[in-house]
């Protein structure tokens, strides 16, 4: 830790102690695809138990019918959270019949682009648009791809820690534009060291092959069934995972909040003629909402976003304009096929440093030549990050080895970590869990997910189903807590309401809301 840094934390600390610790609100966003028992992506709709996807407040889906989304509150305790999402898991459980969800972040066995059904939202104007949003994603990327799940983590501060900040900053501008102004410091940096995510995060070395369907790739064959990169830790952030040539033509720059919402506004109104060849309505069916770079603004494959709640109707364009940002999601983390949810206490307690670290420490502008350096530096982590001897380039242009770079930002993080723990004991023990897979990769998650496909006749298949199986037999045996339970089937039962009367609302035609939406 820096010595200005240090400088920062004693005079937070000195204006009220502990605000660092009691400050931080988590969300997480956890995605997983329903499987049928053998293994196989599922084709039955959303179980109505589980209630509406377009209104529910914690269950919905994501590209694919078949892909559920968790999706916890704000949160202050680690331990609150992590318990949230174990409950939501419970509950879902208990709900799918004989299905199971898959716990690995590339997918199940696939029978094509025509065996992955397209989430469906209800007849609502609102539900239609997300309906047709997918079947734009289809076209543009192929449906493939958009089965990769993965887990997003939602990290802010509050107004308290705010007001204290600002006012040990030496600033005078509004609140908003200061939080916003920090929050966009906060990315730089962690963008700037955001490799360590694939080597600590990272557990999809390997794919089934069924995947690969008539893509082209350098991937080397495991067993009959299945390919992999030896050390490789996330394929997920590879170029198999959710790129797009046409949106590396896209930067957003991260040094004014102005600035990326213009150039986000831009992407979604302006057309791009490869788009423009697919059709917007097409024989009277919409193949997509428009003919820009990008639909609307999510579709950008950022692995970090500035986020602001938009409200009902509003784009989050104009969210971030008009109110600044209110939270930064992180959305480069694999599911931890050997964690029922996905992710652990160690690794929320990690993440919570490296916000909190790259947030106070001074953040010079970045330009784009540095962010296709950091952008290039992390897929060759995603791909060669166990290599021995691997070397990666660092923002500031310096070369080391992964495992020397990773241990200078342990030590970096080490007295910050101290500080936390005075309020939370784990943040010491999470920061000596990372320690160890630096010193150690072969105690990786990808090392580890590897070593299971190896026991299960070198197929990816194979291994996943066996840790679906154990993990949906951990949670049918643990007991459910009532009130978790009550409170899941009451917000079930509700947003189906609430999906109704959305049909019933509606007075405009399809057409006049998306012109409404958009501006036209």
């Known amino acids: 830790m820096s010595e200005k840094l240090a400088r920062i934390i004693e005079k937070i600390e000195q204006a009220e102690a502990g605000v660092l610790s009691t400050g931080m609100r988590r969300g997480l966003e956890k995605e997983s695809l329903r499987i049928d028992a053998e293994g196989v992506l599922s084709r039955q709709p959303h179980p109505t138990a589980l209630g509406a996807a377009l209104t529910h407040r914690f269950i919905t889906t994501d590209y694919s019918e078949a892909l559920l989304e968790f999706v916890t509150p704000a949160t202050v305790g680690v331990e609150d959270l992590l318990t949230f999402l174990t409950q939501l898991h419970q509950f879902t459980y208990r709900n799918l019949g004989a299905e199971k969800l898959w716990v690995n972040s590339m997918p199940c066995i696939l029978h094509g682009e025509d ?23 289809a076209y543009r990327y192929g449906k493939l791809m958009q089965t990769i799940s993965g887990i997003h983590f939602n990290f802010s501060l509050d107004d308290g820690f705010w007001r204290i900040y600002r006012d040990i900053s030496g600033s005078t501008v509004p609140l908003r534009d200061f939080k916003s102004e920090a929050y966009l410091g906060l990315m730089r940096n962690f963008y700037r060291s955001d490799w360590v995510i694939p080597y600590l995060f990272g557990a999809s070395p390997a794919v089934c092959g069924s995947f690969l369907e008539g893509r082209p790739h350098h991937l080397s064959p495991l067993g009959e069934h299945s390919f992999y990169l030896p050390y490789a830790t996330s394929l997920r952030l590879s170029d198999l995972g959710y790129q797009s040539d046409a949106q ?30 697919i059709g917007v309505r097409v024989d009277g069916q919409y193949r997509q909402l428009n003919d820009s770079l990008l639909q609307i603004e999510n579709e950008y494959y950022a692995t970090m976003r500035p986020k602001r709640v938009a409200r009902s109707g509003e784009r989050p364009s104009h969210a971030l304009r008009d109110r600044g940002v209110e ?45 296709r350096r950091v952008r290039a530096t992390r897929s060759q982590i995603a791909e060669f990050g166990r290599e021995p001897g691997f070397v990666l380039t660092k923002a500031d242009g310096q070369r ?78 643990q007991p459910f807590d009532p009130q978790f339970e009550s409170r899941f089937q009451e917000e079930a039962t509700s947003s189906l309401q609430r999906a109704q009367q959305m049909e019933k609302d509606d007075e405009q035609d399809f057409e006049t809301f998306l012109n409404q939406y958009f501006g036209r």
């Not at 309906?131 to 994603?137: C, D, F, K, N, P």
């Not at 590396?248 to 003629?273: F, G, I, M, Q, R």
């Open 115 to 137: 065996s992955i059904p397209i989430a469906y939202y209800g007849e609502s104007n609102a539900g239609r648009m997300k309906t047709v949003y997918r079947q734009g994603l």
């Open 248 to 277: 590396a033509t896209v930067h957003l720059s991260l040094n004014n909040l102005d600035e990326y919402t213009d150039s986000l506004v831009k992407a979604t109104t302006e057309s791009y003629p490869p788009y423009q060849e």
């Open 327 to 371: 939270y930064i999601e992180v959305r480069s983390l694999d599911l931890d096929p050997f964690s029922p949810i996905g992710i652990d206490a160690d690794g929320i307690r990690f993440l919570d440093l490296m916000m909190i670290s790259c947030l106070l420490e001074p953040s010079p502008p970045m330009g784009w030549d540095e962010f």
């Open 400 to 477: 080391c080895s992964v495992q020397r770079c990773g241990l200078e930002l342990i030590d970096y993080l080490e007295p910050l970590a101290d500080c936390l723990s005075r309020y939370d004991e784990g943040y010491r023990t999470a920061l000596s869990q990372k320690r160890r897979l630096f010193e150690d990769p072969a105690l990786t998650p990808s090392a580890r997910a590897l070593d299971g496909i190896r026991d299960h006749d070198d197929t990816f298949f194979y291994f996943a189903k066996a840790q679906a199986e154990q993990i949906e037999n951990t949670f049918k045996h």
